[in-house]
C-alpha cells in the first residue's frame, strides 16, 4: 500500500464526520464507488453528508444493491442576540422544549433575536475530482470543509475510484448486510469498459478480492446495459445537433463523424445498432417531415440509414447496391465521403415540390 493510499485508511481512522462529494452528473462509476464508499463507512458507525442526492433512476434502478440511510450530519441552529441588549442568557429543560431565557439589558426586541442554520461542518472529506475544479468552490456554500490535508482528492487517475477506496476494506468481512463488495466490482468494470481498457495486475487483484468478500457479478449485465443507454443518450444529443432539415423538400439530414461515435463511447460494432435506435428518437423529435436520413462515418465508407412515409422514396433508395430494407426503412453504404452520399440520397429520394 502506497503513502497516499494509506493516508486515505488513516483519515477513516482519525474522524469521525464525513463528507463525500462526485461531481453533479458523475459517471456510473463514480457513483457506485461513492455508494460503496458510504456503505464502507456506514458501517463504522460514521456520521456523513453525501453531496449531490444520487439521480432518481439510479435510485430506482439499482435499489437492490445500495446501501441502507446512513446518520446524517444535519445543519446547527444558531441563535444570535446583540451583546449589548442582553445581561444573562439561561439554559432551561421544559417538559417538551429546550428554552433559553435572556436577562435583557437596554432595549431588547424579538427583532433583535437571529435565528440562523449554519452549513454542516465535517472532519474529513472524500471528494470524487480534484481542487481546480470549479465545483470545489461552489461545494463550500453548502459545506464547512476541513483543511486539506484531511481531505483525500479521488481526482487523480493513476488508481481506480475501486482500488483507492478497497484500502479501507480490506480487512473488512463481507456480510448480509454489506453492499460494498458489489458496488465496488461495478464501479472496476465500468470504469475499465469491462477489464477491457486499464487494466493492470493490480486491477485484476482486486476484482478477485472484491468476488472472494462476496461481489456479485451477476448484475454487470444490468451495467453494460446502462452505459449502452447512456452511450445512446449521448449519440442523441450529438445528432440533434448536427440535424439539418430541408423544409422545402420535408426532409431532415442527420451527419454523423468518427468523433461523434468515440466523444459517445459507442464501439465500432455498435454503429449500425446505435444509428438504428436513434433514428426513431430523431424523428419523433420532428414529426413533420416525410423522409429522415442518416449518414454516418464507418472507416474507410459513409454508410446512411434512410425511413420514408413515401414507399416509393424507399423503393428507389432501395436499388442502390447492398442495400437492406425494412418495410419504411433501408440501410446501406459504400459511399466514399459525406458529400457523395448526400448528393445521390437526394437524387433518389427527388419528390415534386408540395
Known amino acids: 500500500m502506497n503513502s497516499a493510499l494509506s493516508s486515505i485508511k488513516t483519515l477513516v ?16 462509476s463514480a457513483l457506485f464507488a461513492r455508494e460503496a464508499l458510504r456503505d464502507i463507512l456506514r458501517i463504522q ?17 439499482w435499489n437492490d444493491i445500495l446501501p441502507p440511510p ?8 444558531k441563535i444570535s442576540i446583540p451583546k449589548e441588549k442582553s445581561e444573562e442568557v439561561a439554559y432551561h429543560e421544559e417538559e417538551t422544549e429546550a428554552a433559553f431565557v435572556v436577562t435583557p439589558k437596554g432595549g431588547l426586541t424579538l427583532g433583535d433575536v437571529r435565528v440562523a442554520f449554519q452549513k454542516p461542518e465535517v472532519d474529513a472529506a472524500f471528494l470524487f475530482f480534484n481542487d481546480a475544479h470549479p465545483f470545489f468552490r461552489q461545494l463550500q456554500e453548502y459545506i464547512i470543509l476541513p483543511q486539506k490535508d484531511k481531505m483525500a482528492f479521488f481526482g487523480e487517475k493513476s488508481h481506480t475510484y475501486a482500488e483507492k477506496i478497497y484500502t479501507l476494506a480490506h480487512d473488512m468481512r463481507a456480510t448480509d448486510t454489506a453492499c460494498w463488495p458489489t458496488l465496488l466490482y461495478l464501479s472496476l468494470a465500468g470504469e475499465t469498459e469491462q477489464f477491457a481498457i486499464s487494466v493492470t495486475p493490480n486491477v485484476f487483484s482486486i ?6 468478500k462476496g461481489a456479485d457479478n451477476t448484475h454487470l449485465p444490468r451495467l453494460q446495459e446502462q452505459e449502452r443507454r447512456i452511450s445512446h443518450a449521448n449519440l442523441l444529443g450529438r445528432a440533434l445537433a448536427r440535424t439539418q432539415i430541408d423544409e422545402e423538400r420535408n426532409t431532415s439530414w ?3 463523424a468518427q468523433k461523434d461515435f468515440l466523444r459517445s463511447q459507442i464501439a465500432p460494432e455498435e454503429k449500425e445498432s446505435a444509428t438504428s435506435v436513434i433514428l426513431p428518437q430523431i424523428r419523433s423529435r420532428i414529426p413533420n417531415v416525410s423522409t429522415s436520413f442518416m449518414l454516418w462515418e464507418k472507416t474507410p465508407h459513409i454508410h446512411f440509414c434512410a425511413w420514408s412515409k413515401n414507399p416509393s422514396v424507399i ?24 458529400t457523395q452520399a448526400e448528393l445521390r440520397l437526394r437524387q433518389l429520394s427527388q419528390e415534386p415540390i408540395v
Open 70 to 77: 446512513t446518520p446524517s450530519i444535519t445543519p446547527k441552529v
Open 13 to 28: 481512522e482519525e474522524n469521525d464526520t464525513f463528507a463525500i462529494a462526485t461531481l453533479p452528473g458523475a459517471c456510473v
Open 207 to 212: 476484482a478477485g478480492k472484491l468476488l472472494e
Open 45 to 61: 458507525k460514521k456520521k456523513l453528508i453525501i453531496f449531490p442526492d444520487l439521480p432518481e433512476k439510479l435510485k430506482n434502478g
Open 254 to 256: 442527420t451527419f454523423l
Open 315 to 338: 423503393a428507389r433508395i432501395a436499388t442502390l447496391p447492398d442495400v437492406q430494407t425494412n418495410e419504411q426503412i433501408c440501410t446501406g453504404g459504400g459511399f466514399e465521403n459525406f
